[in-house]
């Protein structure tokens, strides 16, 4: 069996840095290394209906937005299938028998859930979609017999719980047919939660603490020059705090080796940059300035290639559309293999069908 793939976005929004570099950034080299056979990436429409049901128009829209972000971002519909989650049915279909195999009391321990359920108050009405969106993400990694995933460290007990879905599936039906999927997260440790540019934990489109992966350079300046830094740093002279200040989290995710070259000479490196502000005598424009250099050089590219696909959208379409047919491909024939092992098969069951005509013929003679 080959090297897969899966992962994705849902379509609530456009993406933003932290999507970037918590996990699209890594899709992006993962793709272009050579490693993989195939490569999925979901665009998450139906998982985003869990909490979205009454505002479908919203996903809608956002659909063709996603897609030019991971377009613009690099990756390439030749080397990955970029398909729509809801246009594939036989997802729901699995769905539907792991959630056979999964206790509502396992799934009320998940951790991501628990957080996710507080943080959109639905502690006294929580939509069933929701609660069960664990069991569809297994389906999601499964269904392509993905054996990588890339994610954040957040999404870690998702990967978890689809394990311990395949295994429950292999005891009951047998090995083989499904794959215990690995996560893989960012080995930079700033990215793998981004924070907002207001410095809360957790950079959020509801929320308006995005730089967005579509803003213009004035946006990105604007975002920038107003980020939350060191509150007690309010002269120059005074000693700074890099422990929470978003500034130096960005810079810590985004810098390269030749960004002081470039940018800021008369420091080697952000080592050197941290130990000023801390001492004191470095002021905030002045980094603020520099992690502004430093993200226009990741984001002007990104911005053209996006502005060259939106002058095709019909083209966009088409590449959804072809992802799409790939991913059905792919996922009639795990159901096949899924059916075949739980006995559900069975108009394909010629021996079970054989079967009946003689016990029945029997009955009658």
Avoid: W
Avoid at 114 to 129: H, R, W
Avoid at 193 to 221: F, H, Q
Avoid at 293 to 299: C, D, N, R, T
Avoid at 352 to 361: D, G, R
């Amino acid at each position: 069996m080959g090297k897969i793939i899966l992962t994705g976005d849902r379509p609530t929004g456009r993406l933003h840095i932290g999507h970037y570099v918590g996990s699209l950034r890594e899709r992006v080299a993962l793709q272009n290394s050579g490693k993989f056979d195939e490569i999925f990436i979901m665009i998450a429409d139906a998982q985003a209906l869990t909490d979205n049901a009454d505002n479908p128009e919203k996903i809608r829209e956002n659909i063709i937005e996603v897609a030019l972000d991971y377009l613009s971002a690099g990756l390439d519909p030749d080397k990955c299938h970029i398909f729509i989650q809801s246009q594939v049915s036989e997802l729901t279909e699995l769905s539907f028998y792991y959630m056979n195999l999964v206790t509502v009391a396992r799934l009320q321990r998940n951790p991501t859930v628990k957080a996710e359920i507080a943080q959109k108050n639905f502690e006294l009405s929580l939509p069933v979609g929701f609660f069960t969106y664990p069991i569809s993400q297994a389906a999601d990694i499964t269904l392509f017999k993905a054996d990588t995933v890339p994610v954040g460290e957040d999404q870690l007990p998702m990967i978890e719980q689809t394990r311990e879905i395949v295994r429950s599936f292999g005891n009951i039906y047998g090995e083989g047919i499904l794959v215990e999927p690995e996560a893989l997260i960012p080995k930079n440790k700033a990215c793998h939660r981004l924070p907002g540019t207001d410095g809360k934990a957790k950079m959020s489109k509801s929320i308006g603490n995005c730089i967005y992966l579509s803003d213009s350079s004035e946006e990105v300046k604007t975002k920038v020059m107003s980020m939350y830094t060191d509150p007690d740093h309010i002269k120059v002279e005074d000693p700074g705090k890099i422990e929470g200040n978003t500034v130096f989290t960005y810079l810590d995710a985004f810098v390269k080796e030749d960004s002081f070259e470039k940018y800021l000479p008369e420091y080697n490196n952000l080592d050197e940059l941290k130990d000023h502000y801390r001492r004191g005598g470095l002021g905030d424009v002045k980094v603020k300035k520099f992690l502004i250099k430093v993200l226009e050089e990741e984001l002007t590219p990104i911005r053209a290639r996006r502005a060259e696909y939106e002058k095709d959208i019909r083209k966009v379409y088409k590449i959804l559309e072809d992802g799409t047919a790939r991913a059905r491909e792919v996922g009639m024939k795990t159901i096949a293999e899924v059916k075949h092992a739980m006995r559900i098969d069975y108009f394909e069951d010629t021996e079970l069908i054989e079967s009946q005509v003689q016990k029945f013929k029997a009955k009658h003679e």
